[in-house]
C-alpha cells in the first residue's frame, strides 16, 4: 500500500505564509506526477499546483506568482511554499500522487488527508 501524509497547515493572517509538507510511503516503485489540490467550504476541489518528477510545474492562475511548488524525489516529499496568502486560500489541501507501486505496471493515483488552511482577513 502507498500512504501520503501531509502537513504545515495552520491559521495564519493575510499576507502571511505557510509552507505545506506532503512524504508518500509505502510500496513505491515511482512517482510521476505529484500534486497539491484543495477544497473549500460548498465548492469543488480544485488543482493548486502540480510538478512531475523531472520538476516541469503547472500551477492554478489564482495562485501564480504566490505558491511554489518543489519536490524532494529522494525523499519522496512534495512541498508548497505559499506566501501573500488572502482569505480566499482558505480551504483543506489535499496531496495527490501517481504512483508506480513496487511489481506494478501500472500508475495510480493517491491521496492524503487533508491539511486544513485558514486565512484570515
Known amino acids: 500500500q502507498v500512504q501520503l501524509v501531509e502537513s504545515g497547515g495552520g491559521l495564519v493572517q493575510a499576507g502571511g505564509s505557510l509552507r505545506l509538507f506532503c512524504v508518500a510511503s509505502g510500496s513505491i516503485f515511482s512517482i510521476k506526477t505529484m500534486g497539491w489540490y484543495r477544497q473549500a467550504p460548498g465548492k469543488q476541489r480544485e488543482l493548486v499546483a502540480t510538478?512531475?518528477?523531472?520538476?516541469?510545474?503547472n500551477y492554478a492562475d489564482s495562485v501564480k506568482g504566490r505558491f511554489t511548488i518543489s519536490r524532494d524525489n529522494a525523499k519522496n516529499t512534495v512541498y508548497l511554499q505559499m506566501n501573500v496568502l488572502k482569505p480566499e486560500d482558505t480551504a483543506v489541501y489535499y496531496c495527490?500522487?501517481?504512483?508506480?507501486?513496487?511489481?506494478?505496471?501500472?500508475?495510480?493515483?493517491?491521496w492524503g488527508q487533508g491539511t486544513q488552511v485558514t486565512v484570515s482577513s
Open positions: 510538478i512531475t518528477s523531472g520538476g516541469s510545474t
Open positions: 495527490n500522487a501517481d504512483v508506480i507501486r513496487t511489481g506494478s505496471l501500472y500508475e495510480y493515483a493517491y
